[in-house]
């Protein structure tokens, strides 16, 4: 369920530790303009990570690691389940690897994804209209496939089809993700630094805050019978099926768009089987049962978190 992330590492000698990995070969910037090569950034990529020093005015001399912790484990494209335990063994393994301090290395962004084996991904990520009144952004993939997606409030909800990206022949998957890419929006899941992320309860919050969007959004169903509807009914659904009518609603009425997107989710869970929208977040709680920590799990993680704890936030100092 975590997939991408970003952190900031400002201790020097666990810089020159990284640094002095035999496995990562650091590469400087070469400036086309000058003809010269840059002291900084300094770059490097190994196991589906990317290391890069860098010595901003702003920010200071640190040390990103950014990418994939599911691709990191995993050692291949992430369609595929990722358990709670195996993210947090990743992360510790890191954390041994190089003596870093994670109460002292500040989280920058998180990625909370699940993905979902379902018969007809295309049609459900077709599905969704809008959200608060705005239409989504489509894009393409460089390699294959599209997605869709919107920004808000420093989250990036994304959705797309997962087994085109990954080209998986066997399997058909939807993935439904959330981006945490601002200091303020993790603060709020109590997310600063790579110790928060080892909690065993970590991903409760941004699990809860996926769902709460997707209760927001606008979702078509493939269910709808609107022959059972009145005339005046059956008009307000097909009149905001289209994205562009809620963003043209949303500029012309703005103080009565909300009640409205109530009225037509109202109505699209009246005359279909299922709300889509409790269809979605049943989706995502099973999967995320699926792949929290058990009870038992809890209770080792929980010590090990006690043990690392007491071992680093004594050298806290972000």
């Known amino acids: 369920m975590g997939d991408g992330f970003t952190l900031w590492i400002y201790d020097e000698e666990t810089i020159q530790k990284i640094r002095e990995d035999k496995n990562l070969t650091f590469l400087n910037k070469f400036d086309e303009l ?34 994939n912790i599911h691709i990191y484990k995993k050692k ?25 301090n994670p109460f002292s290395t500040k989280l920058v962004s998180f990625e909370f994804g699940v993905n979902i084996e379902t018969e007809e991904p295309n049609t459900i990520i077709e599905q969704f209209v809008s959200y608060k009144g705005k239409a989504f952004t489509e894009e393409r993939f460089k390699n294959d496939g599209y997605y869709k997606y919107f920004k808000t ?48 309860n970590s991903l409760i919050s941004i699990k809860s805050n996926l769902i709460n969007e997707i209760k927001k959004m606008i979702i078509w169903s493939k269910e709808l019978n609107i022959n059972d509807a009145t005339v005046k009914e059956a008009k307000l659904i097909e009149h905001f099926k289209t994205p562009q009518h809620w963003v043209d609603y949303q500029k012309k009425y703005p103080k009565a768009a909300l009640k409205k997107r109530h009225r037509i989710q109202s109505l699209i869970s009246k ?5 889509p929208n ?3 977040v049943a989706m995502i709680e099973e ?32």
Do not use: W
Not at 294 to 308: D, N, P, Q
């Open 76 to 100: 291949k494209c992430n369609y595929g389940d990722l358990r709670t335990p195996e993210m947090l063994e990743a992360f510790y393994e890191l954390v041994l690897k190089y003596n870093i």
């Open 271 to 275: 005359y279909s089987y299922h709300s």
């Open 153 to 200: 409030g420093g989250n990036k909800f994304k959705l797309y089809n997962k087994s085109v990206h990954c080209k998986v022949k066997d399997k058909s998957i939807l993935r439904i993700e959330l981006r945490c890419g601002t200091s303020r929006v993790l603060r709020r899941h109590n997310l600063q630094t790579l110790g928060d992320l080892l909690n065993p």
């Open 34 to 67: 000058s003809g010269e090569y840059l002291e900084y950034p300094k770059i490097a990529e190994a196991f589906g990570l990317k290391y890069i020093i860098s010595n901003h005015q702003k920010h200071g001399y640190h040390l990103e690691i950014t990418g």
């Open 278 to 280: 409790e269809k979605i």
């Open 287 to 318: 999967k995320y049962n699926e792949l929290k920590l058990t009870e038992t799990e809890i209770e080792y993680y929980s010590m090990k978190y006690k043990i690392i704890y007491e071992q680093f936030h004594k050298n806290h100092t972000l």
